[in-house]
Every structure is written in C-alpha cells, then in structure tokens.
C-alpha cells in the first residue's frame, strides 16, 4: 500500500500526519509501528490521523497512534500541528475548528503569529478517572494539594518517587526534580509507566521549577518513550505546580526541543491553555507492507512528493 503522509514536529515532538478525511487507510497496529520506525519506516513520536466530521457541530475527528502502535486518547503538540495541517491544505478556510478526540472535544485556535493555542480541557484529578490505585498509600501534603508515594526499583535498588497524579484527557505523573538534565528520565521513566498503579499506564513528568513563571520538563511518554516535548505533559506539570502553590498562572515551558506557553487559572472546572508552534517539514509517500511486523528492507522506500 502506498501512502501520502506530511512529516511535522511541534517543538520538536514529531509527527506522521495521514489525511483520512475522503477515506480511512485501515492501517493496523503493526502497520503504524512501520511508520513511526525510524530506521525502516519515516520515524515519528506519533501517528495523527485526519477524519471527516463525526456530526453536526464537528469539523474534524482527530485519532492518535503512539509509536508502539497503540492508540491514545491526547496528544497536546499534535493538536497544534492537526490544526496546522488542516489550514495548510485547504481542508478548512478556519482559523480555529472543533476536533474530536477520545478524550473529548478540543479547539485549536490559529495565532496571527503562527503559533496555535488549544483549550486541552480541565483537568481531571478524581484518582479513578486518571486511573491510579492508591491503596494503602498515604500522601504527603504540599501547597494546598499532595503528592503520592510511588515505589519502584532501579538497577534492583528500591527508589521512591513522589509524584502528582492528573488527566489532560491521558494519564501523566509528574515529579519534582533539582536538574532535568540530571533526571533519571531513561532508568525511571519505563518503571513509572508500566507501574501497576497505573491500570492503563502513564506518561511520567520530571519537573525542575525555575521561576513562577519558568519550568524546565522532560516527559517520557507512555507508548514512545522520552520526546523532545510533550504538550499534554506540560499542561500536567504546570497544573500540578500551581496546585503545590510553586507556580502562577502563566507559565513557559522549556522542553529539549522548544518553548510552550501554559496558562491555568487554578480553578478545578477550567480549561488549561496550550500555545506553541506547529511546523510542516516536509511531504513524502511510502509504501507499507501489508505484514508491517517483519520489515522487509524494500519496504520502507519513501519518495518525496513535491510541494
């Protein structure tokens, strides 16, 4: 099967953009697993796929694949680049439009800048909609909020890492640490995101606040591993610090491949906003093999389109 798709990264988390709006590819798991392999396939963090209208009051249905070909419920830097795909090629003369996801309606809005801010929804805090299983766990208060207690075992040492735990329409925890750069984001991240606590898993967050208004964040997110950002990711983290009470209601996000801007106002039931940039990179297609599990070496020939 041969496949157009538009390659696009959002402060440097990257994307395989598939326009699915005149018909569905039906692509499978492992097919999706092709693509975001970055040695035979394009190489992404996460496939998104552009549907048609699911009804009334809809523009778009948004659909998200990680790279281990698991399909996700949110993806905040990819929301920013749908939207921008959409603009770009024509499919729409708006400049903000309604997207459903698994987790929700969303609505990108087109800055005159070129960024895109995105209401990414209130955060949800009720620990069995996350999910988290926290019994017999006692947590430990800080602000005018807690964080949990969470075991796990490195290099068969036992670590305990103290962690807030949040929804952005996905699962996330996220931890206070003195240096990002010094996190142990390789060694803790894959034990915190398969952590049986977390029935469906759960990006983990590493937090170092700067200022009020600055955090550094590195994300190892559940089905991909580290990303150079993760949009729903920040918008957890700033959450959280406002919460512990070390943060105000504006915050930039520093992530290894760009700056985020995440504002929330503190109250439960709003929204947290999300605006960064969103870049086309370039157009290609590619054939995928109907047995994407065992990569042929022809297989992952990718001719440029023209733009």
Known sequence: MRVR??????????????????????LSAAQYRFLADRHFGVGCDQILSVRASP???????YVIHNADGGEVEQCGNGARCFLRFVHDRRLTAKTAVKVRTLAGVIEPRLQSDGRVTVDMGAPVFELE??????????????????????????RAQAALFFIATVSMGNPHAVQLVADVDCAPVAEAGPLIERHTRFPRRVNAGFMQVVSRSRIRLRVYERGSGETLACGTGACAAVVAG?????????????????????????????????????VAVFEAEIDIPDAAAAVPAQAGQVTLAQR
């Open 5 to 26: 798709f538009t390659k696009m990264q959002g402060a440097g988390n990257d994307f395989v953009v598939l326009d699915e709006t005149r018909a569905l590819l039906g």
């Open 55 to 61: 009804g009334p009051g809809i523009d778009f249905d």
């Open 242 to 278: 406002v919460r512990w009470g070390l943060l105000d209601h504006q915050v930039d996000v520093e992530t290894r491949g760009g700056l985020l801007t995440i504002e929330w106002n503190g109250e439960a039931d709003s929204p947290v906003w999300m605006t960064g940039p969103a």
């Open 129 to 154: 909609r996350i999910p988290f299983d926290a019994s017999g766990l006692t947590p430990e208060a800080i602000g005018s909020w807690q964080k949990w207690p969470l075991a796990v075992e490195i």
